[in-house]
């Protein structure tokens, strides 16, 4: 039974960070990728960042340079470090798991897929930026 779960979200100041983190029980991170989403209310789910079994990374425009995706494999645990945080970033933020490749392109050009392809989402953490 596979099962994301998200932390590290909360009330922050614009210009601040945060870190998120998704562990994941019954899962093993090889051949496919895992990755950020987000969804502000009255609006779509959109990538955020994703990462490959490689280390292969990929990000929206509007977090370029600003967050960065990781992952431990020995603690199964994938984050999204956020820094320099906007208004504009928050958002209910939901890791999945078992993304197809493609999903790295993507979440590069902002293409919006319903359910990205992943196979398992987690419950989703709130970041409010102010």
């Known amino acids: 039974h596979v099962q994301l779960v998200e932390s590290g979200g909360g009330s922050v100041q614009a210009g601040g960070s945060l870190r998120l983190s998704c562990a994941a029980s019954?899962?093993?991170?090889?051949?496919?990728?895992m990755g950020w989403f987000r969804q502000a209310p009255g609006k779509e789910r959109e990538g955020v960042a994703v990462?490959?079994?490689?280390?292969?990374?990929a990000y929206a425009d509007a977090v370029q340079g600003r967050f960065t995706i990781s992952i431990d494999n020995a603690e199964n645990t994938l984050y999204l470090q956020m820094n320099s945080l906007k208004p504009e970033d928050t958002a209910m933020c939901y890791c999945?798991?078992?993304?197809?490749?493609?999903?790295?392109?993507?979440?590069?050009?902002?293409?919006?897929?319903?359910?990205?392809?992943?196979?398992?989402w987690g419950q989703g953490t709130q970041v409010t930026v102010s």
């Open positions: 999945a798991a078992d993304l197809p490749r493609r999903a790295l392109g993507w979440v590069r050009l902002g293409v919006k897929i319903p359910g990205y392809g992943a196979t398992y």
């Open positions: 990462i490959d079994s490689e280390g292969s990374t």
């Open positions: 019954g899962y093993t991170h090889n051949s496919y990728c």
